[in-house]
Nanobody
Framework: QVQLVESGGGSVQAGGSLRLSCAAS????????MGWFRQAPGKEREGVAG????????FYADSVKGRFTISQDNANNMVYLQMNNLKPEDTAMYYC?????????????????????WGKGTLVTISS
């Protein structure tokens, strides 16, 4: 049974940093797309970043390019999202997801419909 468990969320001031972690189990994830999505209150879920191929291929939403970095530790089945220079508009529940590799290219502009597995999320709150 596939499980994805997020951690690392919290409350920080604008300009600060957070590192989200996703612990994956129940399958081989090195050949899957691993992605981060977020959903703010009253808004549609949106893609943030995706990666596959041992982190060799990465995809980012325009809103986070240059500020967020996705990485993958296949030895430990972990996926990370390093978030720097955080802004109030980054406030959202952040979800880790896994899916087929071809789904990664649509992560930055999609809502994650192509992903197969989801975690329960971790809350990120950025104050101005």
């Amino acid at each position: 049974q596939v499980q994805l468990v997020e951690s690392g969320g919290g409350s920080v001031q604008a300009g600060g940093s957070l590192r989200l972690s996703c612990a994956a189990s129940g399958d081989t994830f090195s050949n899957k797309c691993m992605g981060w999505f977020r959903q703010a209150p009253g808004k549609e879920r949106e893609g943030v970043a995706g990666t596959y191929g041992y982190g060799g291929s990465t995809f980012y939403a325009d809103s986070v390019k240059g500020r967020f970095t996705i990485s993958q530790d296949n030895a430990n089945n972990m996926v990370y999202l390093q978030m720097n220079n955080l802004k109030p508009e980054d406030t959202a529940m952040y979800y880790c997801a896994a899916g087929p590799r071809f789904a990664c290219r649509t992560v930055p502009t999609g809502t994650g419909d192509g992903m197969d597995y989801w975690g329960k999320g971790t809350l990120v709150t950025i104050s101005s």
